[in-house]
């Protein structure tokens, strides 16, 4: 037998009843408390129909006396109501939207005790997850509008609120945000009980409420009363397949942390960047953003956006590790390994490593899960701190990173263009380790290192070939050797300097890489006693276009950054001083 809708009305619920019920309405076989809810509606309904008709003093106190046995109604109808689908609610009980949008408008209702969780939880029942027909999706933009109401739509003038709360001795102004702060501790509560059920799927919360849920925050998120309940979402973790919040949730509170606009803990932005991929991308997209600008920034300044972005905090699990990585070297590659670039990713590494010794989380993963293309030894070699061995004991260790690295990239060279690029990442993470090579071949009086000589090379073109690599090898072999037998010249000129980094017209072998040369320049100018009295001189020939002056500015800066390891304090106050002499025009130091 069938009941056929006819009846018409100006509510909005009505037009929602054929959306759910498809025209007509199956009478089902019901359960004794469906049943028993079925009538409890109609009750109810006439109650609420009565309310909203009248606002005398007589009405509300009618509803005073019926608001603990409707709370105790709405209860139950959740418990029921739960354990449906929407469709399946709309046969059973085709009354139900008018009466929870009835009391969604009461608004003693709604201040009464935790009437506003079961109207919540209720209304979640009726969302349909995944909406087949445009009068299904119609119907859960309705709900939603209810519940944003509920949630956020606190009125100090209405009359009847006002005689409520004046009964119980507060003013509104003083009740309302003690009533929100109670609704959101409620909810935080039961998704706390929710979580710690874990498998008992009869205390679980519904994955179609959580997503209900999420969905209803977007517009709230940035209100204050509201953060211990984003936080909760965030932190909530089902045993479900698929994820239970929504995306609009994640992008909401994503971009409401990266503007600032909310604080949140950090195990909140770990669960939000491990639990969704767009908003970790777009994290570290907008830190990139503000390390690469147009302006540029000096490292110490990049150093407290990197620790402010919690990226470092969050990377100290692997797989948030591994986005982060995969995106510098992305953009490692579009620029072709600019230095920027890589003092960003340096920088980022050391803020990792400062992360991990306070969380003491080093031999919580291995490093292969951090540098899954890198051979074990060499990425253990790399991963220690250079400037924390002795500097007696620091040339053995850097021989053997260099011997693990020729071996890694000349073994593969043949048959891959992989392999050596993955090495040369994985060094560009420590950059210490190449400070620390020029820093040893500028102290050598005997003949230099081949193994730092070719460590140096393939950190700065690592695209050549291993023939051409070592014909750079000797050619950087000749340069270093014709600028340490100026150092015992005496005196020494800039004018000098600068004529022995040139290589002889007539050598046919392909120059340095004038990056490298430079570096090596710079170096024995800060380094070198016999450096510091003609280094302005030296610095300004060299600086004459705007794109090598960036680059020694860049070079000096990194110098400060890493003075306390690497150098002594008058090569410190040098680089400051040549440092400020290019910033500030051609003045001299």
């Not at 025209?23 to 019901?30: D, G, I, P, Y």
């Not at 028993?36 to 509300?60: G, R």
């Not at 250079?386 to 048959?415: C, F, K, M, N, W």
């Amino acid at each position: 037998m069938t009941e056929f809708v006819t009846e018409q009305n100006h509510h909005p619920w009505r037009k929602f009843e054929a959306a759910g019920r498809g025209v007509a309405v199956l009478r089902l076989e019901m359960t004794p408390d469906a049943a028993d809810l079925a009538s409890d509606c109609q009750f109810w309904l006439q109650k609420l129909s009565v309310w909203e008709q009248a606002s005398s003093k007589e009405t509300q106190q009618d509803t005073c006396l019926h608001l603990s046995r409707f709370q105790e109604f709405l209860k139950q109808m959740y418990e029921i109501l739960k354990e449906m689908d929407s469709r399946e609610i709309l046969e059973r009980f085709p009354k139900i939207g008018q009466l929870l949008a009835k009391t969604c408008w009461n608004p003693l209702i709604l201040a009464y005790d935790e009437s506003q969780k079961f109207l919540v939880w209720c209304l979640c029942c009726l969302m349909n997850k995944e909406p087949r027909t445009p009068g299904e999706s119609e119907l859960n933009f309705w709900i939603r509008g209810l519940l944003s109401h509920v949630l956020s739509a606190f009125r100090f003038d209405v009359k009847e609120v006002a005689l409520f709360t004046e009964s119980l001795g507060y003013e509104p102004v003083d009740y309302w945000p003690s009533l929100l702060k109670n609704m959101v501790l409620s909810l935080v509560s039961e998704l706390r009980e929710s979580h710690l059920n874990g498998l008992n799927t009869q205390s679980r919360m519904a994955p179609e409420r959580m997503m209900c849920l999420s969905q209803v925050c977007v517009p709230l998120i940035t209100l204050p009363d509201f953060e211990p309940l984003v936080e909760a979402l965030l932190t909530y973790h089902g045993h479900e397949p698929q994820e239970v919040l929504s995306p609009e949730f994640f992008d909401a509170v994503n971009e409401a942390f990266l503007s600032k606009r909310i604080i949140l803990p950090m195990c909140s932005v770990v669960s939000l960047w491990f639990r969704h991929l767009p908003s970790l991308e777009k994290a570290v997209l907008h830190l990139f953003e503000k390390l690469l600008s147009s302006k540029r920034n000096c490292l110490r300044e990049m150093e407290c956006c990197v620790k402010e972005s919690l990226l470092p905090q969050a990377a100290c699990h692997p797989a948030i590790f591994r986005i982060v990585d995969e995106m510098f070297r992305s953009v490692l590659l579009e620029t072709d390994g600019a230095p920027e670039v890589l003092a960003a990713l340096q920088i980022f590494m050391s803020c990792l490593a400062e992360a991990l010794e306070k969380e003491h989380k080093q031999m919580k993963f291995s490093l292969k899960t951090y540098f899954p293309y890198g051979a074990p030894s060499l990425t253990a070699m790399l991963s220690q701190r250079p400037e924390a061995i002795p500097q007696r004991h620091r040339l053995q260790p850097l021989l053997h990173i260099s011997q693990l690295l020729r071996e890694a990239v000349e073994d593969h060279t043949h048959g891959s263009q992989r392999d050596p690029f993955e090495s040369w990442f994985l060094l560009t993470h420590f950059g210490g380790w190449v400070d620390l090579a020029v820093e040893q071949l500028l102290q050598k009086e005997a003949e230099p290192p081949a193994d730092l000589l070719w460590l140096l090379v393939f950190y700065y073109s690592p695209q050549d070939g291993s023939q051409q690599r070592a014909q750079t090898v000797v050619e950087l072999k000749a340069l270093l050797n014709r600028l340490l037998m100026l150092l015992r010249s005496d005196p020494l000129s800039a004018a000098d300097l600068q004529k022995a980094a040139e290589s002889p017209s007539a050598d046919p072998r392909p120059p340095i890489c004038r990056q490298l040369v430079r570096r090596l320049l710079l170096s024995l100018l800060l380094w070198t006693p016999e450096g510091h009295a003609v280094a302005w001189e030296a610095v300004t020939h060299m600086a004459h276009t705007d794109a090598v002056t960036h680059e020694i500015v860049g070079f000096l800066d990194q110098i400060l950054y890493r003075s306390d390891h690497f150098c002594a304090e008058a090569s410190r106050k040098l680089a400051g001083e040549l440092l400020q002499g290019l910033s500030s025009g051609p003045a001299r130091v």
